[in-house]
């Protein structure tokens, strides 16, 4: 589906593949304006990855998809076991998806959740930022269906590596990784914005702000 939407559908130009490490676990954190983000992001890389979905597209015809395609239901109240399983895909050198931002918005990446920075710890896994650009524009609502042949952009940035440092504590591990993570997928994005001359939407006004954890997808 992320193929045919890139390829066939949408115009997709896609940089940074070579940021992309070639084998083991890789974590990609995108930043989140539109329903389309998962698929388009899912097309454009240069490996298959794991996306969390939220659970109730996982049914009928679609649900069928999703299983095959080996996508990941998550409970957008709250989901340990999703992480659990995101964890448990990375740790067989696999790769996973997540748009930890939350919500679709802006995508300017001003907050993330903090589920992104329990995997890239608990796993080792690196993260890889992934810019999404021209799914939404200007302040076309967040609902809305992009035109065919519009060009959307996609940039993979730097891989980056997070451990634990020595007499850190848990919860500071997680807080300090968090902000990094949120710090290179914001910063990547700024600059894929000045690279590409495709500027961010607009937020919605009526954002739901709760945090999960582990992001679906297409959460709204």
């Known amino acids: 589906m992320g193929w045919i939407l890139d390829h066939l559908v949408y115009r997709t130009t896609v940089?940074?593949?070579d940021n992309v490490p070639t084998g083991g676990p890789v974590i990609f954190a995108a930043n989140h304006i539109s329903f389309l983000d998962g698929p388009v992001m899912f097309g454009a890389s240069p490996r298959?990855?794991?996306?969390l979905v939220k659970q109730e597209m996982f049914?009928?015809?679609l649900g069928r998809v999703l299983n095959a395609s080996g996508q990941l239901p998550v409970?957008?109240?709250?989901?340990?076991?999703?992480?659990?399983?995101c964890k448990e895909v990375l740790?067989?050198?696999?790769?996973?998806?997540?748009?930890?931002?939350?919500?679709?918005g802006s995508g300017a990446a001003a907050?993330?959740?903090?589920?992104?920075?329990?995997?890239?710890?608990?796993?080792?896994?690196?993260?890889?930022?992934?810019?999404?650009?021209?799914?939404?524009?200007?302040d076309e609502h967040l609902d809305s269906v992009p035109r065919p042949g519009r060009r959307f952009h996609v940039s993979f940035g730097n891989a980056l590596t997070l451990g634990r440092?020595?007499?850190?504590?848990?919860?500071?591990?997680?807080?300090?990784?968090?902000?990094?993570?949120?710090?290179?997928?914001?910063?990547?994005v700024q600059d894929s914005v000045q690279l590409s001359g495709q500027p961010l939407p607009t937020a919605d006004a009526h954002k739901d702000l709760t945090a999960v954890a582990g992001t679906p997808a297409d959460d709204h």
């Not at 020595?166 to 997928?185: N, Y």
Request: proline share 5%.
């Open 111 to 138: 907050d993330i959740n903090g589920g992104v920075a329990w995997l890239a710890l608990n796993s080792g896994a690196p993260v890889v930022p992934v810019a999404i650009l021209g799914t939404r524009r200007g």
């Open 59 to 61: 049914q009928g015809f």
């Open 15 to 17: 940089t940074g593949k």
């Open 165 to 188: 440092r020595a007499g850190e504590s848990g919860r500071a591990s997680m807080d300090r990784a968090a902000l990094e993570i949120r710090a290179a997928l914001a910063g990547h």
């Open 48 to 51: 298959p990855m794991h996306i």
């Open 75 to 85: 409970d957008r109240r709250g989901d340990r076991a999703a992480l659990q399983r």
């Open 91 to 104: 740790d067989a050198g696999r790769c996973v998806g997540i748009l930890p931002e939350g919500t679709r």
